[in-house]
């Protein structure tokens, strides 16, 4: 057994080089995305590019908040999101109590149900919610467009929340109502701080969803209210497309996402997880 | 730097649930309730809203796809009046959506089978690298994994640019090639690859990141003792590994088989709104009838058959589902 650290060591060389190849790969597309946000536009479409910066400039920015209004956009998204989030949390929060914490008839059927309602593809209820809020008025509305987000944003609450519950202890709770808490007591007191980093990642990974749905925010506003994730479409024309500036727009939707994500996937694995690998 | 705890930081261990029985389903070990009424009054409001949002729509959904419901429905020159079965019997009887059909089967499975197998073959190279290499390795994963869909097709659609696409001007570096100007959407099986490609590249993340969690409940004594009794690397994955990881692995497989058989935005903006024929799915065919075409009970129609199709790897994914739920 002795000799195994030498031929292991040498060949943690091998692995390391495989996960740099990874890494590589992985993050190409993210790098060039920086890296033609940030060259001369002159220099994007150069057909023999250097792989390496060559000059570092803001004009794209410029260029791509020039094309077409931006922060109109991202105002609608952010309205878009947030609503859609504290809905979804508000609402969600009380479902997902309820099937982790209470045994109840038809406790399953809700269970399955609310998997099942996640199973149905987007795309596939275009047509109906398009008529839907057609004959409500809603279409081209914030108002039409934040409700049907809540078609894939509360059923995906209910579940990760409902992860991040069945990790307290029921234990806690009962200790807490020994000691003369009600119930609901028990809960505000005890579990409810345990439960906010969860709520608060479950938060931020939903505002991301809604952040960046396409599909309905494409078809149900129009031109004058288009969401951030449409906005990118501006910069193809028929007149062709002007990639330093699409790259650098790319750059100002991505980057602050990316970042909400990197804070909050780690907590958000975890949830989605849950209970999938004990017992 | 792990991303591999399962458990947040700070609460005690979760309770460590029985094993769930074999067969037969135990009923769930909450304690007796209050009131009765209590659970229900929680779930009013969810159950509520989703019955509006999802429920409508769906049941919508349905007797669309029975009805005639075209441009003059829509703003109700005519009434909508039902016709039966003749929208199915169209599109069943369109070869070109059985074209579409075995494109999408296809799409799909490619999509599914390369990010499962990457995924797993990159959460095992995780365990074994040293530590400041996975930390680069996790930055990729959670950038790409971040990146919003719209933001990764219109990065891709720059990389694999005919004129100055960079892949292009890569491969042309190697002698005897000369791609620049190549068109990769040319041909449809070949821009479906470099959409399956974003497609993976984008779905390999989180199942690197799911399953690195599940490989760290793998106990060491176990793969330990499969050694002992002789087993090589293989043998210890097949016999140890692999099987407590069965459960994320089936649900891992379903979301994606339920996230690939819906891919849109990928092809949709690949091709600038305006698929062409050989790059239809079933979404953007179904898209494509019912707001191109204008005959948005077909769209229904089709849309709803997407749905049954993937009946079947629900029941699956549920029967997972309803276990771990079980055991809570």
């Known amino acids: 057994m002795s000799t195994v650290t030498a031929p292991r060591r040498r060949s943690r060389l091998g692995w390391n080089l495989l996960g740099l190849l990874v890494f590589v790969t992985a993050g190409f597309p993210v790098y060039w995305m920086l890296n033609t946000a940030f060259k001369p536009a002159a220099d994007a479409i150069d057909p023999d590019p250097s792989l390496l910066p060559t000059g570092l400039t803001l004009s794209n920015f410029g260029r791509a908040l020039d094309i077409a209004d931006f922060w109109g956009p991202v105002g609608r998204s952010l309205i878009v999101s947030l609503a859609v989030v504290v809905i979804g949390m508000a609402v969600g929060l009380l479902a997902a109590l309820a099937i982790s914490r209470f045994a109840f008839r038809g406790r399953k059927i809700v269970i399955v149900g609310i998997l099942a309602v996640q199973m149905v593809p987007l795309v596939a209820m275009i ?16 108002t039409g467009l934040i409700i049907t987000y809540l078609t894939f944003i509360l059923p995906f609450t209910v579940w990760t929340l409902r992860g991040f519950i069945v990790n307290i202890p029921r234990e806690l709770e009962e200790a807490a109502m020994v000691d003369g808490c009600s119930r609901t007591s028990a809960f505000i007191r005890v579990v409810f701080p345990l439960l906010a980093p969860g709520m608060v990642a479950t938060s931020v990974y939903g505002f991301i969803q809604a952040w960046n749905e396409y599909l309905y925010a494409l078809m149900l506003l129009s031109q004058k209210n288009q969401t951030a994730t449409v906005w990118l479409g501006n910069f193809t024309t028929k007149h062709g497309t002007e990639y330093a500036p699409m790259m650098a727009g790319s750059t100002m939707m991505a980057v602050p996402i990316v970042v909400l994500f990197l804070l909050v996937q780690r907590k958000m694995a975890a949830g989605l997880t849950a209970g999938a690998v004990k017992g | 730097m792990s991303a591999d705890t399962t458990t947040p930081a700070k609460v005690p261990p979760p309770r460590q649930a029985p094993p769930p ?192 969690a599940g490989l760290t409940q793998v106990p060491k004594e176990m793969e330990e003792a499969a050694r002992l009794d002789g087993a090589g690397a293989w043998g210890v994955f097949r016999y140890v590994t692999l099987p407590i990881l069965k459960p994320i692995i089936v649900m891992l497989t379903t979301l994606s088989v339920i996230w690939d058989m819906g891919v849109f935005p990928q092809v949709f903006v690949m091709r600038n709104g305006h698929p062409e024929a050989e790059f239809q799915l079933l979404t953007t065919y179904s898209y494509d009838r019912a707001f191109v075409v204008n005959d948005y009970a077909q769209g229904s129609a089709i849309a709803l058959l997407t749905v049954v199709l993937l009946l079947g790897v629900v029941a699956v994914y549920m029967r997972q589902m309803l276990k771990i739920g079980d055991v809570e």
């Open chain 1, 127 to 142: 047509i109906p919610v398009f008529l839907l809020l057609n004959d409500l008025g809603q279409y081209d509305r914030l």
């Open chain 2, 21 to 212: 029985p074999p067969v037969g389903e135990k009923p769930s070990p909450g304690r007796p309730s209050a009131g009765a009424g209590t659970p229900w009054l929680l779930l009013a409001p969810c159950l509520g809203i989703l019955a509006l949002v999802l429920g409508y729509p769906l049941v919508r959904l349905v007797t669309l796809s029975f009805q005639k419901f075209g441009q003059s429905q829509l703003w109700g020159f005519q009434p909508a009046e039902s016709v039966g079965f003749d929208n199915f019997t169209k599109v069943l009887g369109d070869s070109e959506f059985w074209a579409v059909v075995v494109r999408t089967v296809v799409f799909a499975a490619g999509c599914v089978i390369f990010t499962m197998v990457a995924g797993m073959l990159i959460a095992l190279l995780l365990q074994r690298v040293s530590g400041w290499v996975k930390i680069l390795v996790n930055i990729a994963l959670v950038a790409s994994w971040g990146m919003p869909i719209i933001v990764a097709t219109t990065v891709f659609k720059w990389l694999f640019d005919a004129d100055y696409g960079i892949l292009n001007a890569l491969l042309s570096r190697l002698p005897g090639v000369e791609m620049i100007g190549h068109n990769w959407f040319a041909s449809g099986p070949q821009g479906l690859a470099v959409i399956m490609l974003l497609v993976v590249w984008g779905a390999v993340p989180f199942v690197v990141i799911t399953l690195s």
